[in-house]
């Protein structure tokens, strides 16, 4: 069966709901610490003395999610290797005789996924400085910004606090930057980093297993509502390996000895995916390719365009922020607000739903329940 990125997809949601819990608990704490006391006349003096047992709050937190996302992320790339190799092997079984279908068995999998978790674990370690940097650097600012308000003659401590708070409602705890140059806060970095990584290990385990059977080409699947980035590759024939760039070779018919057939290669798979194939969310797959044998496959009708499902991912955005904000809020008015946005653009996600056949996607508007 094709492997794709997308058949991960749900295991790396478990790993970035863990962050987003974190996430939720640290607005809490903060908005809790901050409002207890407000209108005291010795209130910045009270959360200055108090500031302290914020920061060993949020070590606390730190050092459950530590714990919790490494275990996570183990067992997402695990499952992500396993589900690529029982991919690879049910195509071999259909079509493998000899060898081929005596490599047509799962291998263990723990050095190559114990490598994949290592990285992740790496790429995703300076979220832990970033959480109590932020919190602490938050908690003083709305300090400052509340207490500085009233002098000036422009709102009520209690009004400034909310609007700070508010902003780190929003943005959460940010400050990540990828490769490319992209912010992202903290919740949203580690779900595409582990969506990367859990693809990368699924993809990976079905090109071994491939290699163990001796099957040196994929294709290309024909998504529907595909993103420019990897439209080029659609129907392409890949190397699974090798030098990049389109050839032509002739090779042995796969069923028939003696046959030779000429196969259009477009490239290779690492080539394909170094320009964008099988980028997180990516809709496309990858399978077995047999010379004068395998044809392409009809595309599956779009249910939508590729910009429509753009806007669904930022309407689910936007439900998210104001769920964040109903958190953050001082007082009852401001989480009714929120809540009221919040069901805003849940309407407009059912109205898009209701003009396309696109799926609601419940578990997207969804934040972690606070620990």
């Known amino acids: 069966m094709p492997v794709s990125p997308n058949m991960a997809e749900d295991l790396a949601a478990a790993v970035s709901r863990l962050y987003e819990q974190a ?109 109590l940097r932020v919190a602490v650097d938050v908690y003083r600012s709305v300090i400052a910004e509340a207490s500085a308000a009233p002098l000036l003659g422009a709102v009520t401590r209690r009004q400034a606090a909310a609007r700070a708070l508010a902003k780190f409602a929003d943005k959460g705890v940010s400050g990540f930057v990828d490769r490319a140059g992209r912010a992202w806060n903290m919740t ?48 392409e024939i890949l190397a699974r390996e090798g030098a990049a760039g389109a050839r032509t070779v002739e090779m042995e018919h796969a069923t028939e000895d003696g046959r030779m057939v000429k196969v259009q290669v477009a490239g290779s798979l690492p080539e394909a995916r170094a320009n964008g194939l099988l980028h997180p969310n990516c809709r496309h797959s990858v399978s077995i390719y047999l010379p004068g044998l395998t044809r392409r496959r009809e595309p599956a009708p779009s249910r939508a365009t590729y910009e429509q499902t753009q806007k669904q991912r930022y309407l689910e955005r936007q439900v998210r922020v104001w769920k964040r904000r109903a958190a953050g809020a001082l007082d009852e008015g401001a989480r009714k607000a929120a809540n009221s946005s919040v069901r805003a653009y849940q309407g407009r996600i059912r109205e898009l739903v209701d003009e396309t056949d696109l799926p609601r996607k419940r578990h997207r508007e969804q934040l972690g329940v606070a620990r």
Do not use: F
């Open 23 to 131: 996430e939720l608990t640290l607005i809490e704490r903060v908005t809790r610490a901050l409002a207890e006391g407000i209108d005291s006349p010795l209130w910045v003096e009270l959360k200055l003395a108090a500031l302290g047992n914020l920061r060993s709050a949020v070590e606390e937190i730190i050092a459950v999610l530590q714990v919790d996302a490494a275990g996570a992320m183990h067992q997402a790339l695990a499952e992500a290797y396993d589900r690529g190799q029982q991919a690879a092997i049910v195509e071999l079984g259909a079509v493998a005789t000899g060898p081929a279908l005596a490599a047509a068995v799962a291998l263990p999998s723990a050095p190559a996924v114990d490598r994949l978790a290592a990285a992740l674990v790496q790429e995703t370690g300076p979220v832990y400085l970033r959480i």
């Open 188 to 235: 949203s970095y580690v779900e595409m980093a582990t969506r990367s990584a859990v693809g990368r290990a699924a993809v990976e385990a079905h090109t071994d297993r491939l290699a163990a059977a001796g099957i040196d080409l994929v294709v290309v699947s024909d998504a529907p509502e595909e993103c420019p980035r990897c439209k080029r590759w659609e129907g």
